[in-house]
């Protein structure tokens, strides 16, 4: 049996509480990252190596957007609120709930434009 290479994980298992907790505040994962002390490839191999922290952050990503919308729904009424800036903060955060989607549809065949030329 061969030992590991490399430095030794700071994994806790009591990570995945505060996770959690800071997906309730709001936080995203580069927050995340900077309140454990770890890189965001560390969170991504932490949720490969460590299921129960997999759905820790799952979690939290779901926490943090209620967080926003939350805000959203609230600031609506305040003449202070800046709908731009959340409106960026939200589609950036969560690009696949919260973005501006166009779908165009082509179908059917191009119409042939006949040009006929006169020889004068």
């Known amino acids: 049996m061969s030992a590991k290479v490399g430095r030794p994980t700071k994994y806790d298992p009591a ?3 505060k996770v959690v907790e800071l997906g309730r505040k709001g936080c995203g994962l580069a927050e995340i990252a900077y309140e454990l002390d770890v890189t965001r490839q560390t969170l991504q191999n932490w949720q490969v190596e460590h299921p129960q922290f997999l759905g820790a952050i799952t979690h939290a990503r779901e926490l943090s957007e209620g967080w926003w919308a939350s805000q959203g729904r609230a600031g609506i ?9 959340y409106r960026l903060q939200v589609m ?3 690009p696949s709930e919260w973005r501006d989607k166009r779908e165009i549809e082509h179908g059917g065949e191009l119409p042939v ?3 006929k030329r006169e020889d004068s």
């Open 113 to 115: 434009l006949v040009v």
């Open 92 to 94: 950036n955060r969560f």
């Open 15 to 17: 990570y995945c509480e």
């Open 77 to 85: 009424w305040s003449r202070e609120f800046n709908a731009n800036a």
